[in-house]
Nanobody, 121 residues
């Protein structure tokens, strides 16, 4: 089970940190990712981090602004989002993989329910 939290309504330029609590899965052994989806659009990759945190991938649209991290001792994943833009508005999903390292094209095997992020201009 994956449960996201931390979404909300913010203004452009603000920051938010999303959290993902993972239970019932072998959290430490596999990669963790974040995706987002705007209504009427396909879900898109945002970021992924390997099981040990040594390999990280970001979508070009968030590089330099978002930071993915994980705390294996707490079974938690995080997405720090800085300098938010209106185009970052979406439902953000936490995702867990069955691989130790995930590429932007790797398909996750488990999803959370999502947390809404809305950025006003």
């Amino acid at each position: 089970q994956l449960i996201e939290s931390g979404g909300g309504l913010v203004q452009a330029g603000d920051s938010l940190t999303l959290s993902c609590a993972v239970s019932g899965r072998t959290f430490n052994s596999y990669a963790l990712g974040w995706f987002r989806q705007d209504p009427g659009q396909e879900r898109e990759f945002v970021a992924a981090i390997s099981y040990g945190g040594g390999t990280i991938h970001y979508a070009d649209s968030v590089k330099g602004r978002f930071t993915i991290s994980r705390d294996n001792a707490k079974n938690m994943g995080y997405l720090q989002m800085n300098n938010l833009k209106p185009e970052d508005t979406a439902l953000y999903y936490c995702a867990h993989y069955s691989y130790t390292i995930a590429l932007p094209t790797t398909e996750p095997t488990a999803w959370g329910q999502g947390t809404q992020v809305t950025v006003s201009s």
